[in-house]
């Protein structure tokens, strides 16, 4: 276990495997939000004003995919969506993401490596904040999420530094344009971790 907060935040880039990344926010979870707040953690905001430019129902059911101690899901909120719900594989940051009253509607526990969660079609829209990483969640989950969104759903994510340094999540969103499965509305690269000198591109990917 990492002795300090700045251990934390280092190890998440560098963990890998299911169960080291389960540990790893197993003991991050009290003081995660504390930590990323202090390094300038902007993509949850980044996300969510991405989202709500390209949808136009915000009352639709939204999945927020990965979502942690809920950060990304009062972002979502701030927004103006109204049906949030939350899933993630750590149920110690699931219990801080419970005490956000009013933010999510339910919340899962569940792991992304397996079948996502949902119906195909249950979701109007669908995000991933702050959650793609080589050794977490790899690029073939772009595809299984467009997967589960109905026609012109939408599905908003984060890839920072150390995933866009792994070209397979770039050539994962270019087959599904080439393909003419999705479009990409919406690309922008810019701050993520300031402090930590991180940055990372928010996309939002529709359903064609």
Not at 49 to 68: F, M, R, S, Y
Not at 141 to 157: H, Q, R, T
């Amino acid at each position: 276990m990492p002795s300090d907060e700045k251990g934390f935040l280092d190890n998440a880039y560098t963990v890998s495997g299911g169960e080291g990344t389960k540990d790893l926010y197993k003991d991050w979870a009290a003081t995660y939000e504390a930590e990323t707040r202090a390094n300038g953690y902007v993509t949850p905001e980044r996300c969510a004003t991405a989202l709500a430019a390209v949808v136009e129902d915000k009352t639709a059911p939204l999945l927020d995919l990965g979502c942690g101690t809920g950060l990304s899901g009062e972002a979502f909120k701030a927004q103006g969506f109204t049906v949030i719900d939350g899933t993630d594989f750590s149920r110690e940051m699931l219990d801080y993401a419970e005490g956000k009253a009013g933010v999510y509607r339910k919340l899962t526990l569940s792991d992304l490596t397996n079948p996502l969660p949902g119906a195909p079609g249950e979701y109007a829209n669908m995000a991933a904040v702050g959650v793609f990483s080589p050794g977490h969640a790899p690029p073939p989950m772009i595809a299984e999420v467009m997967d589960k969104l109905p026609s012109g759903g939408c599905f908003v994510f984060s890839l920072n530094d150390h995933a866009l340094a792994d070209p397979g999540y770039v050539n994962a969103i270019e087959a599904l344009v080439s393909q003419g499965v999705a479009a990409a509305v919406f690309n922008e690269y810019g701050d993520h971790l300031p402090k930590r000198n991180l940055k990372a591109a928010v996309s939002v990917m529709r359903k064609l």
